[in-house]
């Protein structure tokens, strides 16, 4: 990732067409010492592509790729009611568990059978 992140600060500088000397520098800027079998990969995949097409490519394709704890959107307009109507109820439960919880350990109060 240090290696596409550098090679689009060199594009993004005004070098349309970043070179691993251009690309080493940006690294040894921040410490980094550069693998050179990884910087000539990155290299090979971008040389010669428009660095604003390629990032509208991988938009695209993350915007297809499901994000953690997102709902799906259904087509029917009724169909997400219901989903959405459950959410409030879930999370009522979560808070009497929670409460009960508390209860629970404070009937101890703080002592333990062995102390």
Do not use: C, H, T
């Not at 660095?51 to 394709?61: H, S």
């Amino acid at each position: 990732m240090r290696y596409v992140a550098s090679y689009l600060l060199a594009a993004l500088g005004g070098n349309s067409s970043p070179n691993a000397k251009d690309i080493k520098k940006i690294l040894d800027s921040v410490g980094i010492e550069a693998d050179d079998d990884r910087l000539n990969k990155v290299i090979s995949e971008l040389n010669g592509k428009n660095i604003e097409d390629v990032i509208a490519q991988g938009v695209g394709k993350l915007a297809s790729m499901p994000a953690g704890g997102a709902v799906a959107v259904s087509a029917a307009p009724g169909a997400a009611a219901p989903a959405a109507g459950s959410a409030p109820a879930a999370a009522e439960e979560k808070k009497e568990e929670k409460k009960e919880e508390s209860e629970e350990s404070d009937d101890d109060m703080g002592f333990g059978l062995f102390d």
